[in-house]
């Protein structure tokens, strides 16, 4: 939801997420959406933080990583697009780019 009223209003926003072995943190606006990354799955289909738990330390480090990418951002930095993925014993940053067709690059001003 952030991702596309981000893309609607033409704002740049951090969206970030958690799971039980893998965290998520993307600045998105221009460029790539969110649903560049993934796509739409059903939310019942979704695990929960109740039902599967997350590792002590992903809050942590994802908060971090948006934190920096704020201020990547703020100071002029080309944030918008990468993708990082947390993972239990990796780090690593994915430039996205925006896929043919997505519905999400283009609205009503």
Request: hydrophobic letters at 35%; glycine letters at 8%; proline letters at 2%.
């Amino acid at each position: 939801l952030v991702s596309d009223l981000a893309k609607k209003y033409r704002k740049n926003a951090l969206v970030a997420s958690l799971g039980a072995s893998q965290g998520h943190a993307m600045l998105v606006g221009k460029g790539a959406c969110y649903r560049c990354v993934f796509d739409e799955i059903d939310a019942g289909e979704l695990p929960t933080c109740a039902s599967e738990g997350i590792l002590s330390t992903f809050p942590a480090v994802v908060g971090s990583s948006v934190a920096h990418t704020a201020l990547e951002h703020l100071l002029g930095e080309d944030s918008v697009s990468k993708f990082w993925v947390f993972e239990k014993n990796q780090c690593r940053q994915i430039k996205i780019q925006t896929q043919k067709g997505c519905e999400h690059h283009t609205y009503d001003t």
